[in-house]
């Protein structure tokens, strides 16, 4: 991969803080836009913009076409069966709170069983909260080890009858560790439950195959995957979304509307109520394009070995703790070092043109179980490089020197 070259497709990477060059390693929270997707915004809206569906003339039909178009890539991208089973959302928040205000207002009752993880992010945990105050359902937590990895065998134990959902993070956002989702399909399905698999911080890093993994839905978001802010996307079961009823209602989600009933549309229509972000879903489609050019495979081995790069360097630091050591992670490092707090050596790394997240990273029941408040998280991209990581191993130890 000709990094250098990758990096002037990102306009934003060439710019300076505090006169310094910009290190940009917070990717988990959101990445850069190449300069293809911020195109394609303006692009359509310079000339194609209308809405879309059902539209007679010309630009309306050209827009529709661009929409659609999208979706196919979307499915290809993920490798479902069918456009059908492609919802656009706002992202992987409001995916999950579809599939809970949606399979869980039908398929659920008072005393049924959800899953989810110690690791997972507040979006997998609190639409499930909603949920047990609206419809008294039951939410047990699957502990993970001390570096960071799912208790299998506590998972496996708690699974019964009773069990209606499984909702579990692919990637945790805060400890880098891959989860063995096809296993936890696999022993989810065979107790008659229903998966549901968080990808917000696999689909940027590592392919992923809707049928090899056969979860019943997936869900994630366009801007951590180089696309714009506001659209996402949930995967379901064609099988599945087709006994669903609608998450809201209004324009696009019906076929017939009357005082006396209305009938709805078929999924993923049944699930898009309003005018959807058609400018998104397009620029959507050019990212996914993007980032099928370099490959996920060669994204996923170089990313791979920039985070071994980043630990080893890190590692030799005096103090310094990282919190996630499971075999299997993608491109996130959090860590604190000695006594100090995670803010300010964020705070100090930003004057040094070092963009990192702090904090409880949207996970505090994680953040309980290490006994901390929060951590410093360097999360990577494919546009990184390992001089970036040796300026933030040279900030670290400079600030560590200040205390
Ligand atoms: N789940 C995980 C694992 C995440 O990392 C994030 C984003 N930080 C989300 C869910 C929520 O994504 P969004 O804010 O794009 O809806």
């Not at 992923?208 to 379901?236: E, N």
């Not at 006994?371 to 191993?393: H, K, Q």
Request: charged share 20%.
């Amino acid at each position: 991969m000709d990094i250098q070259k990758i990096r002037q497709d990102f306009p934003i990477l060439s710019r300076t803080v505090y006169g310094r060059p910009l290190i940009y390693l917070d990717n988990a929270a959101t990445t850069q836009k190449p300069r293809c997707v911020v195109e394609a915004i303006s692009e359509e809206y310079y000339s194609v913009n209308a809405n879309v569906h059902r539209g007679v003339h010309f630009l309306s039909q050209q827009a529709t076409d661009l929409h659609e178009a999208a979706r196919e890539a979307v499915r290809r991208f993920i490798h479902a069966r069918s456009t059908s089973e492609i919802v656009f959302t706002r992202g992987t928040t409001e995916s999950i709170n579809l599939v809970a205000g949606s399979f869980g207002e039908a398929f659920l009752q008072e005393g049924d069983e959800i899953i989810v993880s110690e690791m997972e992010h507040h979006s997998n945990i609190v639409p499930w909260q909603l949920l047990q105050e609206r419809k008294g359902v039951k939410l047990r937590v699957i502990p993970i080890s001390d570096s960071g990895e799912l208790d299998l065998q506590a998972f496996a134990s708690m699974l019964s009858g009773r069990t209606r959902l499984v909702s579990i993070a692919h990637v945790s956002n805060v400890l880098g560790t891959v989860n063995p989702v096809a296993d936890i399909v696999r022993l989810a399905h065979e107790a008659g439950a229903r998966v549901l698999v968080d990808g917000a911080q696999s689909t940027p890093h590592i392919p992923v195959d809707m049928q090899a993994l056969d979860a019943d839905f997936y869900a994630f978001s366009g801007h951590k995957l180089y696309g714009p802010t506001g659209i996402g996307v949930l995967y379901g079961k064609e099988e599945l979304l087709r006994q669903l009823p609608p998450y809201q209602g209004g324009g696009e989600m019906i076929k017939h509307v009357r005082f006396s009933g209305t009938d709805y549309e078929d999924p993923p229509l049944r699930f898009e109520a309003g005018t959807p972000d058609y400018i998104g879903t397009h620029a959507l489609a050019r990212a996914l394009d993007y980032v099928g050019q370099i490959g996920l495979d060669r994204i996923a081995d170089y990313e791979h070995r920039l985070l071994a790069y980043a630990t080893e360097r890190l590692s030799a630091i005096p103090g310094l703790r990282i919190f996630g050591r499971a075999p299997q992670k993608s491109a996130v490092l959090s860590f604190l070092v000695g006594d100090i707090h995670p803010f300010d050596t964020g705070t100090l790394l930003d004057r040094l043109g070092i963009a990192v997240r702090t904090g409880h990273h949207c996970a505090q029941p994680l953040m309980d179980r290490y006994g901390i408040s929060g951590t410093v998280r360097a999360s990577f991209a494919f546009y990184n490089t390992t001089e970036e990581i040796d300026t933030l191993a040279e900030g670290i130890e400079r600030i560590r020197k200040m205390f």
